[in-house]
């Protein structure tokens, strides 16, 4: 499965999910840690556990397995680290407590409206 294929598969999962404000950012040329940032919010701690959940499921029955999961004790931050790709999945108030786009201002917002549900 290529990284274009495994970027979409993300982002259609968890807007199916009903994750909000899914965005994906280029950070390859900014820094070593990965090639892009997937980050989206869910309603409460759990739907940002079960956003997290159901990416990990999706991706492992394609055989792929993240290299590292953490989750901060309530579940308002969950990292899932694929390694070129990073998806960071908040409770909507940490989110903006963070402000992880603003951090990464200088990545490359992608356009992932071709894989968003059409409604």
Do not use: C
């Amino acid at each position: 499965m290529t990284q274009q294929e495994r970027l979409e598969l993300i982002i259609r999962t968890l807007d199916l999910k009903k994750g909000e404000d899914i965005q994906a950012l280029k950070i390859g040329d900014l820094t070593i840690l990965a090639d892009y940032f997937v980050i989206v919010n869910g309603t409460s701690n759990t739907h940002a556990r079960t956003l997290a959940d159901e990416v990990e499921f999706q991706l492992s029955q394609k055989g792929i397995e993240p290299e590292r999961r953490e989750a901060d004790t309530g579940n308002t931050w969950i990292i899932l680290d694929y390694g070129d790709i990073i998806i960071h999945v908040f409770y909507k108030e940490t989110r903006n407590f963070y402000k992880l786009e603003g951090v990464w201002a200088d990545g490359e917002q992608i356009d992932i409206s071709e894989y968003l549900i059409k409604e």
